[in-house]
């Protein structure tokens, strides 16, 4: 046990690592070396990576947990997932230790998978750790609450007596971003952005939302290149509407779903610039986010690592 | 006039030529050379595809009539959109005369472009020649009758009274490619495909989309990746399963859609393994196609050629 955390938030395309005391961060390192880069050196590169980014953190008793993508099967050191409903103490009797070969064992977090009956089942590895986080901030929460944390996946998180109880992965980023490169929706949008102009098709995008018919995504698709086409949006206007398309899709199977937690707090987590668009989204479709918070992850770390009993308190 | 049609159907990213006397395909051709490979060589680049096509066809007199992405903005002439509702003589009126540097002029086929109030406006080029030529083999369907055309951009095409008087575009076969080649959910799918499995795998993605509620594309398609990670479907089973998913979306959106032609018969036009899958769903979804065709576009052809009365009959 120890009085200092090394958190590492590891995921498939960044590193962020955070040394921490008494749950606050004292300092913050970010790399390019998510998972992907390092899949296919081995343990050795993940050794690399940690020692390169925990430079200088290691001199003293330190504990060291990650959460995330590193638990993967193309990660460090697979950490299987653990079933819902489950709490940051289901998570750490899970934890995977993996020898970081340089000084202190990393404790790794495992992900959760959620199996709704009928449905196929989900899957989370970081999430459960932000949300974790998130509890550790705000206690009443914990009784009940959704959270929102968009992304390349979005994930909604139903929490209910500490316990995540259940969630639903969104393809909406991973969605946008290939049809923006890689369809023919890209081809009549600029290179360069215009906030002004995306935020109008963004809202343009979202009304086209809320008053689909189910099955429709496919066809309101074509809508981002027809409007281009005939010239009723300006080129700068499309990826907004775009966005605003998918997230306001998002929007309407997340909000519409069945839950008991229709009047519980509904919390946003996530980077400055999601969170804007997920924060207006919320707002167009009548049900505003009540907090908004920045990355939960360090917290999330911390109370894993209270939970794994490596850190002295 | 003249009695021997070369009928080109010249699409994104092929080209097929018919040589046609009385309706009837002599002789076909096919080539690679597609508009988007020509696109940046100007009039050049079609005149020698075209000479190469049609390579021995020109020696006696023939008129020579083309559809598809060659009268787009980025063909070979462009011939503007033709608003709906129109039948073929509407479309004979706006074709676009370019000079062939082999012979005989071209005449290219505008496309349709329909608005309907509301909703972003809807454009096709090369379909209405397709449905032209099924109106042609099936005269009773002028009266009233749906139409699907499976593909990139799968189309919807309603007719009354011999006039096209909407349609509706999916972006399924995108969808579909890019997700497979680009996306996480192609990373657990094998090269090799598994004929077998991939029909269970389509099934059960017809299934999952007939029961989706709105907006809830984007979340049923990361259930491709987690009934994989899972185990519950094997690797060869998943292309398919996202197929039935994305197919089933749009069968969702069509079948479902508002429409005065719900009694009117449905006729399926593609090649044939798109034409399987798209039967199949059709079923599934309690409404199947009351006709299947191969490929139309030859007969458009020849009925766009005699509306502008270029043909000796």
């Known amino acids: 046990v120890s009085r200092t955390l090394i958190a590492l938030d590891w995921g498939t395309s960044s590193l962020r690592a955070f040394r921490m005391q008494q749950g606050q961060v004292l300092e913050t390192r970010h790399s390019a070396e998510g998972i992907q880069p390092l899949a296919t050196q081995g343990a050795a590169g993940f050794e690399r990576a940690f020692a390169a980014i925990t ?3 290691l001199d003293g008793p330190v504990a060291v947990v990650a959460s995330g993508m590193v638990g993967s ?13 489950a709490d940051v103490h289901a998570l750490a009797t899970q934890a995977q230790q993996v020898a970081s070969g340089a000084g202190p064992a990393v404790l790794i977090a495992p992900g959760l998978l959620f199996e709704p009956p009928g449905s196929p089942p989900d ?7 932000q949300v974790a986080g998130a509890l550790l901030q705000e206690p009443a929460w914990a009784e009940a609450a959704r959270f929102v944390l968009p992304g390349t996946h979005s994930k909604w998180v139903e929490v209910e007596r500490g316990h995540v109880t259940g969630f639903a992965t969104h393809l909406t980023g991973e969605c946008f971003a290939l049809l923006r490169a890689h369809s023919i929706l890209g081809r009549l949008m600029p290179a360069e952005g215009d906030a002004a102009a995306e935020l109008a ?17 496919l066809h309101q698709l074509f809508g981002t290149r027809t409007l281009g086409l005939t010239r009723r949006l300006p080129p700068a206007a499309l990826p907004g509407y775009l966005s605003g398309l998918l997230i306001g899709h998002e929007m309407l199977a997340a909000l519409g779903a069945n839950t008991r937690l229709r009047q519980a707090p509904l919390v946003l987590i996530g980077e400055p610039a999601l969170q804007a668009r997920y924060a207006r989204a919320l707002a167009f479709f009548g049900r505003p986010a009540d907090a908004v918070l920045a990355n939960t992850a360090p917290q999330g770390l911390w109370a894993f690592a209270r939970a794994v009993g490596v850190l002295d308190s």
Chains 1, 2 share one sequence.
């Not at 099967?73 to 409903?85: F, K, L, M, N, S």
């Not at 899957?123 to 750790?129: N, Y």
């Not at 098709?201 to 995504?217: K, N, V």
């Open 123 to 129: 899957v989370m590895r970081g999430e459960e750790i």
């Open 55 to 57: 430079a200088g953190w």
């Open 201 to 217: 098709g963004f809202d343009q995008g979202l009304a086209a939302a809320r008053t689909s018919r189910p099955g429709e995504l």
């Open 73 to 85: 099967a193309q990660g460090w050191r697979e950490a299987p997932y653990v079933g819902c409903p």
